[in-house]
Structure formats: C-alpha cells, structure tokens
C-alpha cells in the first residue's frame, strides 16, 4: 500500500501525527480531506488541512489544541472547529456528514454525525476534491478514492460526482472554470454540458450574491485572473456576478501584464489589493452607472468599494495625468483625492511610460510627504482655527512636494508671508528647526 503521506511538508506532517495519535487514543476513524489531498498528490504548496472524524470532531480538536498549545475557535451550529498554529497551519475539524439542499443553490442543511466517509466525500464538488487519506495507525497515508479522482488528476479531467451537483451549488460553475485554469486541466464533456444546463436553471437565481463574489474573488487571486475570467466569459457564466456584467479581456489582459512588471516596492505594498485591482480591471467595461447598484450585492469594504467606483474616472485621469510639464505637486493634486488603489490602477493603466513614472513617485514618495510645520505653528503667528490653516499648510506642502521648501525654517519664513498683515515679518522665538 502506498503512503501519501510519505513526502509532505514537515509542519503538516508533525500535526498531522498529532491529531492521528489523538484519533487513535479515542478510536476515531480521522481521515484528511479534500482540496488538501488533490495538492498532496500534486505536490503543491497548500497548509490548510481539512480533518473529518467518524465521530466527535470538536472533542478531537478541542483536545487536540489543548495538546499543543494552539488556538481553537469553536462553530457550533456547524459542528466544527478551527485550529491555528503559529507556523500558519491552519485545520479545520468537521464530523463526516450528508447533506441536503432545501432547495436549488441553497447553502447545504447539514446532517452532522449521520454520515459515513463516503457520504461526506459524495457531497463535494469535483472528483479531484472527493479524495481521502486515512491518518488512524495501521492504515496511516492510505488513499480513499471512491469516485476516481486519482485517476482524474493524473488525466487533468474536472468532473462532478453527479448530475445534480451544479444546480445544488451553482457556485461550482465558478469553482469548476477556477480549477480548470489554475492546474491547466479540462472540463470534461459531460460535466460541461450539466454545467451549462445549470446556468439555464433557476437555481443560479437562488445563490446570494456574496458566495458568487467569494468565489469570484478567489478567481482574481489566481495566477492568472485574465484566464480565470475569459474562461468564464467563453462558459457564459460572467452573469452569474450580475447580469450587467460585461468584461473588456485586453484590457484585463494587460493589467495583469503590467502587474507583474510592477517595481517590487510596489507590488509588495499593494499585494494585499491585487485582487480589488484585478477586480477593478474588469469592472471598468461596466459603465458608472450600473455600478453602485452592482456593488451594493456584494460585501466590500467602504474603501475598496471608493476605488471600484473611482473607476469610469480612469480615461480623463489619465489624460490629466499625461499634460506636459506638469509639476510634481499638480500630479499630486490630481491624485491625492483618490484612494491608494485608484492610484496603483491608474499606474497599471498608463500607456505612456511618462504618465506611469509620475505615479510611481506619487506612491513612493510624495503621497506620504507632510509639511515640516503644523497648524500650532500657524496659530502661533495669529491665523485664526479654521480653513485658512489648511490652505496655508497645503501652499507649503506643495512647495515641499516641487523641492523648494526644504526645511522648517524656510517654511515658516514661506507661511509667514502668506498670513495677511505678517507679509515681510520674520519668526523670532517659535522658529527652530533648519
Ligand atoms: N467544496 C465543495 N463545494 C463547494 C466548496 C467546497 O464540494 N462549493 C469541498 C471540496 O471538496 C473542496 C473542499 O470543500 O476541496 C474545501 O473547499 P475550499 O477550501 O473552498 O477549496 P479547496 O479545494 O481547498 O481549494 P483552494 O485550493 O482554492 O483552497
């Protein structure tokens, strides 16, 4: 028999002996599952560990975390639990279990404790995904496939495990194109043609719309979020986010192009956003006023929503942007009322290696610039609070952002002469600084 869990990453292999001499005290049959298999077996990079037990899972992980010193979140609703360790491994603990759909594209109602191994491994989505290894002493590293997912994986085939599975969760048409892209396998002909017929049912109606943006959003965090989506647009399932959704691919294309040749200062500052830039890209073919509406449906935070609707603003910014013999601090203007992102894309936009020069050194360097004197300093030499400090402090700052106020001396000097009725008076006690 083989074991398939001879060559694996060290800090899975560690817990996973845990969480197996745990199992076996108890004589729980403890098996790992799904997506973590199909990358075992492909030998790719994957630390989330999903354990089934044919009993107590919450038990099993409570003590298990005990154990180790690692931190468990509890859902009872669910019956699961979360364990986290500090190397980044992170294990979800579920009893096996079958599930129905109350109705088509509902979220699962799940029977806990009232399946076998291989109920819970009939109700996933694709083959690849319905996989086990046994981790209990005797049968340690041994492959369940009961549905012929090694097989699968070996042939690069996506396939479901039965007809029904798209319209139960139509959200696995997302996640059907995802796989597809992200390991260059195949749809196979007979679960193309279910998945097709699905995006004709009423059930993609059914789906609320913030599971479709999950899945959507783990799209644009691929690789290659151009291929994700123009395999989506080919399936005709882009709708599936809205039905005003419309994608410009070249454009997309490009932008992710572009990202990749991001400075890496860059690129690891924003990573975090590539996804909402990616996002953004194929947003831009939508048109400003579908947009609120569409946004509305989705669960996006304030900022991240700003930036999306920033968008249909990206053609007349970067004609702005492209005006010869603009200062740095008139870039500055332009861009300051922007979100982070805004600016970021628009950089990924820019033809011109002008335009994409003068936003680099915006988010490198002017964005962060502040005046070296404060409204107290301004207060000081008899500005009343209000608007003028602002106005005062922002005249000094872009002088700083152009290079000719270096110092707090000479911006002092610079806001003094800007004070009505100081024009010409020099600083005495307060001024310090250079
Ligand atoms: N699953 C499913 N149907 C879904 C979502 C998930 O059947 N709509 C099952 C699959 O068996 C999947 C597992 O739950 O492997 C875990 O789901 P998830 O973490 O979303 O996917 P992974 O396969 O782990 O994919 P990734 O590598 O992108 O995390």
Known sequence: MRNYLNNIDRRLSRIIRTIAGEADRRGLPAYIVGGIVRDIILGRENLDLDIVVEGDAVALAKKVAQAQGAVVRVYPEFGTATVQWPSGVRVDFASTRRESYPYPGALPRVAPSAGTLRDDLFRRDFTINAMAVCINRGDFGRLVDEFGGLPDLRGGTIRVLHDRSFVDDPTRILRAARFEQRLHFRIEAATLRLLKKALRTKAVDNVKPPRYFAEFRKMLSEDNPAGQLGRLEDLGALGLMDPAWALDIRLLEQVCKRWQRLPVKLALEYRRSRWLIFFMASAEAIGGRQLPRILGKFPLKKEEKESILQVPGTRP?????????????????????????????LRLRADHVGVAERVDRYLTRDAGLRPDIDGEDLKRMGVKPGKEIGAILSGILYQKIDGELKGRRSQLAAAGAMVPGREGKTDGPHQTGQ
Do not use: C, D, H
């Open 317 to 345: 910014l970067l004609r702005q942007l492209a005006v010869p013999g603009l200062s740095r601090s008139e870039v500055y203007r332009i861009l300051k009322p922007l979100t982070a992102g805004m600016a970021v894309y």
